[in-house]
């Protein structure tokens, strides 16, 4: 696998980039959130899943309150490096709904 | 399973929505592309996955110039129905760049 470094990812007009979480062990995809670059830095440096709430314009600590944290194996990003996957061990349920993902609906 | 109708689905300010790409066979994040309505209404009565390109700012049925379609076996909704799972059978690669998957970089 190639490797790029965090000062070549590409944010956004708000200084965002997309997150594709998905669980190391089996694969599911468990969510979907956004980080910035102070989000990314804190990720990388406590070695669990920090994002950028969009809704509370503040950062978000997954787990903090539901103690479901998301510790991840590696973090990859796209040909274009304005996206990310994140695959992690997930503590319980990555969705507030309490099901494992936040993918549990189909489109019929 | 629990079910979701496209109207339930919900678009943000330009009418966009967000997809992710699930190799349906063995669970790799393919991609990650745009969708709208329309783009959606065609991705269902086509079987293969239509996609909105914010970059041309047309519709893009993937692998017209590739031969890299996309049929999709299930679309999937977010908790908020803000976001979308495709699970597809890729044909060849996801990425441009000749790769399956575009995430094959791992940030160091």
Redesign the interface.
Known sequence: ??????DD?LFDDEGLI?V?V?DAD????L??AWSNREALDRT?AEGRMVYWSRSRQELWRKGDSSGHTQHWE????????D???ARVHQEGAA???G?RS???????
């Open positions: 696998m190639e490797h790029v470094e965090l990812l997309p594709i998905q089996n694969g599911d995809v969510m979907f990388i590696q973090l990859r990003a796209d040909c274009d490096g996206v990310l996957l969705c507030h709904t099901e936040c993918f549990h609906r189909a489109i019929s």
